[in-house]
């Protein structure tokens, strides 16, 4: 079995900071892309950010140059730094990650529980 597990949601003001971890455990062969997404309530779910394994990064306009995904690669962990945090932002964010175990060929797209970010004004 494959896990995600994400951790360091909460309820900030607007203009903190928050920092979110997912670690991937279980038979993991590989890990190609990880990323976030976000849902707020009434709407679709939207990509936040993606990383490759080879540390190539992807942002949502709305959120270039106040949030930063990263990874660690030994830890099968990526991370989300979000500063500047603004009530939009509020909503439950989502770990995704493309992976391979080791009973199966192809990629397969993980998803963790989400976890509630709350930025109030």
């Not at 494959?2 to 062969?29: D, K, M, N, T, Y």
């Not at 992807?58 to 500047?84: C, E, W």
């Not at 529980?113 to 709350?118: I, L």
């Amino acid at each position: 079995q494959v896990q995600l597990v994400e951790s360091g949601g909460g309820l900030v003001q607007a203009g903190g900071p928050l920092r979110l971890s997912c670690a991937a455990s279980g038979s993991i062969f590989n890990i190609n892309t990880m990323g976030w997404y976000r849902q707020a309530p009434g709407k679709q779910r939207e990509l936040v950010a993606t990383i490759t394994s080879g540390g190539r990064t992807n942002y949502a306009d709305s959120v270039k140059g106040r949030f930063s995904i990263s990874r660690d690669n030994a830890k099968n962990t990526v991370y989300l730094q979000m500063n500047s945090l603004k009530p939009e932002d509020t909503a439950v964010y989502y770990c995704n990650a493309d992976i391979v175990d080791t009973y199966r060929y192809a990629y397969r797209a993980y998803w963790g529980q989400g976890t509630q970010v709350t930025v109030s004004s």
